[in-house]
């Protein structure tokens, strides 16, 4: 018997002073067993960043308690005595039954079965007050009283130790970060009119030339013929018109009351300088006579012929393009839904202006338009559309500079791009006294029903600056009332904080704080619309013409035309790079298949459209489904892996490179190259600091083909894959698969081949835990990613349920899962030609965080200077989470620009960031040199233009000391980004 189960036993029921001698008053017992786990994987996490089994208790009562008069026991064990805490009324406690009670005093000298087992709590009296039989539980689930510490228990897939379990066992619809920066508020009848004070502008009649009516928009009667108008060409190279301008017209003598409106009509000569100009740009300005000064302007381009400009008749008097005109009757407007605008406009005057001009951003979930404002040209503004004009700079360079285009893929022309660019950041970014030009973003954050105007990182932008910037914009738009402003950094933060309360302003976190709505992957399907839970996914029929809905973000999906997750995903989740994969629209929105938009269409062939501005569902016809798959059907080339059948030595990794990749699978000759990777070439000042697992080695591919052969897995696979029924029917594939599967798993490995790998496992890493990691020849290729496809184990030496010959049989099996097919099918990939090697390391069995990092902005292609980190406490998964857990995702930006940590979420197993800031900046600098490296290898000639590579990293151990343990590149999904070598 455990010496400490006595000692802890023994001190309970003797009640010994020597102990922590338990309260002798008589009071409630209102600790209570609240939730528990007894297969965790990453639900939560110890101290030390290990997952183990957790009892969650929590005081119901209305006083302190003192754990110290308790005692806990599985059905296994003796009672033992709970630490010597305070827990404080309605306060939980997570205990770990590690069976390690040295690691800390929260932790129990038991486990708990997985199968089953009964957990008892005694009081200070000796009384067993409360026993809870707990269920088999599979991974990650949860057995927890609903409501917390006074419900029933039951069984639920959401674990949420140190939280209140709710009042029913539901996925996680939790926004991602709180956001903790707060401003005043500001209503909307706060909001200043954009109205003149006087006389304005209501209604522009004029291509072709009709009348201009205007309206008097003060409290008091005015006389129009105290005003003159003029109507002008208005390109970005010049200013407005002058009072004394020729093409002018003087107004009638006509008093006007509060309110009233008044209609001239103009003539074409009137406005043929705007029927000159380019893109009809122009500009209507409304001038008092006495003081000489603009009372109103109007600008103008893209007009479409026969539509009207016109002010709403409420506050805040927004303009719009009506289909009709309305002279004496504003309301009577028919909004014009769209129109031709170019790459550019004077304002945005159609509902559909904003996201034109947002195409090509490449963004996920945001559509973002930039915008200039020209300080020299009385606050002259300028929408520029994505597409043409990826940064500010070209703007100016070529239409207002008027010089001539660079082609920023000719590194001569690049770096003449550079200078100039550089000298205009300084002079419009990095001051706010002589600066030509406010220079910022509207962005519509998708995922939050947010509108922003942003300025960027270390803009010295001053707090009026912005208010003004804010507001001159915001009016140009078809409905000002959806715009905050959202300061970026800590500096334009405390800047904002001077003028809260003038406009209004959100925090930096607010776009992932408020979230509703995440777009993953971009793309369009037709299919059945099906709600599955994801507990019934792996026994569900799915396919290509399937768009299910699902409660929670399964770790694998067979094939589906789109998927739509209830619960929040990470953008490297598995379910997501398989979508990015396939090219098949994946979105998550909280109880999406309760929504009226979709009960009225679950088991109807729908359309369903993921893209950066939100989503759209419809009832499809079957026709245009059918023309839809038809041209989806597989075609082209069939991608046959390289493969080397006559290699059986093992292989030591440090001996290997990238070429082996026939021989021993992608996983472990990107491994190899990882031994290569020079430090001191990376992109930082510093060199890269991480390690890579020593000693590995490979089971190279030639064992596998003979496994089959022997096994007779290769006879039978033959056959399969010369029947239509193995392609044609699903349940049928599967069930093929199963057996297959199963006869490589029941065949013993080769005896010669299990004793040299055990040598192997012994002389480099004696008795402790190995990782035997799939390796095959069909993953991380230039056409075929493969994440997540095939299964990796651990294993050490004489132990029995840790064999090695089983960790063999089981990796080897992996080729063959449905899922794995399925992809391999969906890219064209010759299935005959796929196998599989095996990768060997030392496990580690303290990682204190793990994660992925990407050298590239996967939200924003473009950003080259950014990179995007997903991590996590501990062993818990990043890119298969337990359902309910959140991971900590943040943007990375290099100097010599701002250094800015950007976090889209924190981890919800932790109160900390899993990775310090150092830690970013070191692995930051790791990441720089894997991707130069690996680029001179997969990439000589820069050909791939989303060249980025992927690494797995882990902080081990009290030192956290960096690990890379795998590298491979990361493919971008399809972008609508134009080929201009427009990356920063």
């Known amino acids: 018997m455990n010496l400490s189960k006595i000692a802890f036993s023994g001190c309970l029921l003797a009640l010994l002073t020597a102990c922590n001698e338990p309260d002798k008053t008589d009071t409630p017992d209102t600790l209570v067993i609240n939730e528990v786990v007894s297969s965790n994987d990453g639900a939560s996490v110890d101290e030390t960043g290990q997952p183990e089994d957790l ?23 003796e009672f033992i005595i709970l630490p010597d805490l305070e827990l404080a009324p309605g306060a939980f406690i997570q205990l770990w039954a590690s069976d390690d009670p040295e690691r800390g005093p929260k932790h129990l000298p038991f486990k708990l079965s997985a199968s089953g087992d009964r957990v008892s709590l005694r009081n200070a009296k000796g009384e067993i007050y409360q026993q809870v039989d707990i269920p088999a539980l599979a991974t990650n689930q949860s057995y927890s009283r609903f409501p917390s510490g006074t419900g029933t228990f039951a069984i639920c897939r959401y674990a949420t130790p140190g939280k209140s379990n709710g009042q029913q066992c539901g996925p996680n619809t939790v926004s991602p970060l709180e956001d903790d920066i707060r401003f005043a508020d500001f209503p909307s009848s706060q909001w200043p009119s954009l109205a003149p004070v006087e006389i304005g502008i209501n209604e522009l009649a004029i291509l072709p030339a009709q009348f201009i009516e205007f309206k008097n928009f003060s409290d008091e009667v005015l006389n129009l013929g105290n005003y003159r108008l003029a109507l002008a060409a208005y390109p970005p190279t010049d200013g407005l018109p002058p009072y004394n301008s020729t093409n002018t017209l003087d107004l009638p003598n006509v008093n006007l009351s509060p309110g009233e409106v008044f209609s001239v009509d103009i003539t074409e000569t009137l406005i043929i300088p705007i029927v000159q100009q380019a893109f009809n740009e122009g500009v209507a300005v409304l001038f008092n006579r006495q003081t000489q000064q603009p009372t109103d302007i109007v600008p103008f381009m893209h007009w479409p012929e026969g539509r009207s400009l016109t002010r709403r008749s409420t506050h805040p008097f927004r303009l719009r393009f009506c289909e009709n005109p309305t002279s004496g009757n504003e309301d009577a407007c028919q909004e014009t839904p769209s129109r031709e605008i170019g790459n550019r406009t004077r304002g945005i005057y159609t509902p559909s202006d904003f996201s034109f001009l947002a195409q090509g951003s490449g963004l996920s979930n945001e559509q973002s338009v930039k915008f200039v404002i020209d300080l020299n040209n009385q606050n002259a503004v300028h929408f520029l559309s994505s597409r043409e004009w990826p940064l500010h700079y070209t703007f100016v360079r070529e239409i207002i500079d008027m010089q001539p285009p660079l082609n920023r893929c000719n590194e001569e022309e690049n770096n003449i791009f550079n200078i100039g660019w550089s000298r205009f950041s300084i002079q419009n970014y990095s001051n706010n006294l002589t600066r030509r030009y406010h220079l910022g973003t509207l962005t519509h954050h998708a995922n939050a029903k947010l509108h922003n105007v942003e300025f960027t990182f270390g803009d010295a932008i001053t707090a009026v600056q912005m208010r003004d910037a804010f507001y001159i914009t915001t009016a140009l738009t078809p409905d000002p009332f959806l715009w905050s402003l959202r300061p970026q950094d800590a500096s334009q933060v405390t800047r904002a904080r001077t003028i809260e309360g003038t406009l209004p302003i959100v925090g930096p976190k607010a776009p992932y704080a408020n979230v509703v709505y995440q777009g993953m992957t971009p793309g369009v399907a037709y299919g059945t619309l099906t709600y599955i839970p994801t507990d019934d996914l792996p026994d569900a029929l799915l396919g290509k013409r399937v768009i299910v809905i699902t409660d929670d973000v399964p770790n694998d999906i067979d094939f589906v ?131 890579v697992p020593e000693k590995a080695f490979a089971i ?63 002389t480099r890493f004696g008795n402790k835990s190995v990782r035997f990691r799939s ?210």
Not at 65 to 70: E, P, T, V
Not at 707 to 725: P, T
């Open 55 to 77: 009892i969650e208790l929590v005081n119901i009562g209305s006083e302190t308690i003192q754990l110290r008069n308790y005692a806990i026991a599985d059905a296994g064990s």
């Open 561 to 691: 035309g789109g998927l739509i997750t209830e619960a929040f995903q990470t953008p490297l989740a598995h379910v997501n790079i398989l979508s990015q994969s396939r090219n098949t629209p994946n979105m998550a929105l909280p109880n999406a298949n309760k929504l009226p938009q979709f009960v009225t269409l679950l088991g109807k062939l729908v359309r369903l459209e993921v893209n950066e501005g939100g989503y759209d569902i419809r009832a499809a016809t079957l026709d245009e489904a059918q023309e839809f798959w038809d041209a989806q059907q597989n075609g082209g080339e069939i991608l046959v892996p390289r493969l080397d059948r006559q290699t059986t030595a093992l292989i030591d990794l440090q001996n290997a490179t990238i070429d082996d990749l026939p021989t021993i699978g992608a996983k472990a000759a990107q491994l190899a190259e990882l031994y290569r990777v020079n430090p001191f070439n990376s992109a930082c000042a510093e060199s890269a600091a991480f390690a």
């Open 700 to 762: 190279p591919m030639a064992h596998y083909l003979q496994h089959m052969q022997a096994s007779g897995a290769q006879e039978f696979l033959d056959e399969l894959l010369a029947e239509d029924l193995f392609y044609e029917n699903l349940e049928y594939r599967k069930l093929a698969l199963q057996s297959l599967r199963q006869m490589l798993l029941q065949h013993p490995v080769d005896p010669t081949l299990l004793n040299e790998v055990s040598t192997w496992v012994s």
């Open 775 to 984: 390796s095959s020849n069909t993953e991380d290729l230039e056409k075929f990613n493969g994440a997540g496809l095939y299964e990796s184990i651990s294993a050490e030496l004489d132990k029995r349920d840790k064999p090695i010959d089983g960790a063999i049989r089981t990796v080897w099996a992996s080729l063959w899962n449905l899922r794995a097919v399925e992809e391999r099918i969906n890219s064209n990939v010759d299935q005959s030609a796929v196998a599989m090697a095996i990768l060997v390391h030392y496990a580690f069995p303290n990682e204190r965080a793990n994660g992925v990092a990407v050298a590239r902005n996967i939200f924003d292609p473009t950003r080259t200077d950014q990179y995007f980190f997903n991590s996590q406490a501990g062993e818990a998964s990043v890119t298969n989470p337990a359902p309910g857990v959140m991971t900590e995702q943040l943007i990375y930006q290099w100097p010599p620009r701002t250094p800015t940590l950007t976090y889209q979420s924190y981890s919800s197993l932790t109160d900390q960031r899993v990775i310090a800031p150092t830690e970013v900046s070191t692995l930051a600098c790791s990441m720089s040199a894997i991707q130069i490296h690996f680029r001179q290898l997969l990439d000589p000639r820069k050909e791939n233009r989303w060249f980025t590579m992927e690494s797995e990293f882990k902080f081990h151990g009290p030192e956290r000391q960096l690990i890379i343990k795998q590298a491979r590149p990361y493919k971008m999904p399809n972008l609508d980004v134009p080929n201009d070598c427009r990356e920063i």
